[in-house]
């Protein structure tokens, strides 16, 4: 079992930056893919960023790449997801995830409970 506690979400204004953590516990927290979701109000779920276990290897959806960036400490079990430039668009509640390799939340077995992110004009 791995278990996931987002932080960082708030209101911040467009243009601006913000940075989302999560801390993975568990007796394999440091072995397992990890990434972020995120929902806006009204739509489905969707991909954000994803960070493999082993090299790190990074992936983007078309919507965040340049703008975001994933990274993981792995001594503290901590993802993180830097958030440049935001603008409305961005609003949402964001989700990390581990324990799977997937741009569909199906591919995903452990989800935290989310974070809200308001950007406003």
């Known amino acids: 079992q791995v278990q996931l506690v987002e932080s960082g979400g708030g209101l911040v204004q467009a243009g601006t930056s913000l940075r989302l953590s999560c801390v993975a516990s568990g007796r394999t927290s440091s072995h397992v893919n990890m990434g972020w979701f995120r929902q806006a109000p009204g739509k489905e779920r969707t991909f954000v960023a994803s960070?493999?276990?082993?090299?790190?290897?990074?992936y983007y959806s078309d919507s965040v790449k340049g703008r975001f960036t994933v990274s993981r400490d792995s001594a503290k079990n901590t993802l993180y997801l830097l958030m440049n430039s935001v603008g409305p668009e961005d609003t949402a509640v964001y989700y990390c995830v581990a324990g799977g390799w997937s741009s569909s939340e199906s591919g995903w077995t452990y989800w935290g409970q989310g974070t809200q992110v308001t950007v406003f004009s």
């Open positions: 960070v493999t276990s082993g090299d790190s290897a990074t």
